[in-house]
Nanobody, 124 residues
Framework: QVQLVESGGGSVQPGDSVRLSCAAS????????MGWFRQAPGKDREFVGA????????YYAESVKGRFTISRDNAKNTVYLQMNSLKPEDTAIYYC?????????????????WGQGTQVTVSS
C-alpha cells in the first residue's frame, strides 16, 4: 500500500506562488507515475499535471501550462507542484495520486492511490 500526504496549501493572494509537496510512504513510488488533480467547490475533480517515474515526461492541463511545474525527488519519495502566478480560479483542494503502471495520465481512473488533499485558496 502507498500512503500519500499533501502539504503546503494555504491562503494566498493573486499573483503569489505556492509549492505543494506530496510525500509517499508505505513503499517507494520511484517507479510510479505521479499526478496532481484539483477539485473546486461544486465541480468535478480535474487534471492538473503528471510526471513519469523518471521525471522525463511532463504533462499539464492547458489552464496551468506555463504557470505550474511538477517535479519529483525519488530519493525523498516526494513529488512537488510549484504554482506561480496564482489566480482566483486556481482555488481548489489539490490532490496527488500514484499510478503504478502508467507514464502519466490525465485520467483519474489510471491512479491507484490518492492523498487526502490540501486546500489552496487564492483571494485578494
Amino acid at each position: 500500500q502507498v500512503q500519500l500526504v499533501e502539504s503546503g496549501g494555504g491562503s494566498v493572494q493573486p499573483g503569489d506562488s505556492v509549492r505543494l509537496s506530496c510525500a509517499a510512504s508505505g513503499r517507494t513510488v520511484s517507479g510510479y507515475a505521479m499526478g496532481w488533480f484539483r477539485q473546486a467547490p461544486g465541480k468535478d475533480r480535474e487534471f492538473v499535471g503528471a510526471i513519469s517515474w523518471s521525471g522525463d515526461r511532463l504533462y499539464y492541463a492547458e489552464s496551468v501550462k506555463g504557470r505550474f511545474t511538477i517535479s519529483r525527488d525519488n530519493a525523498k519519495n516526494t513529488v512537488y507542484l510549484q504554482m506561480n502566478s496564482l489566480k482566483p480560479e486556481d482555488t481548489a483542494i489539490y490532490y496527488c495520486a500514484a499510478d503504478r503502471y502508467g507514464s502519466g495520465s490525465a485520467r483519474k481512473t489510471a491512479y491507484e492511490y490518492w492523498g487526502q488533499g490540501t486546500q489552496v485558496t487564492v483571494s485578494s
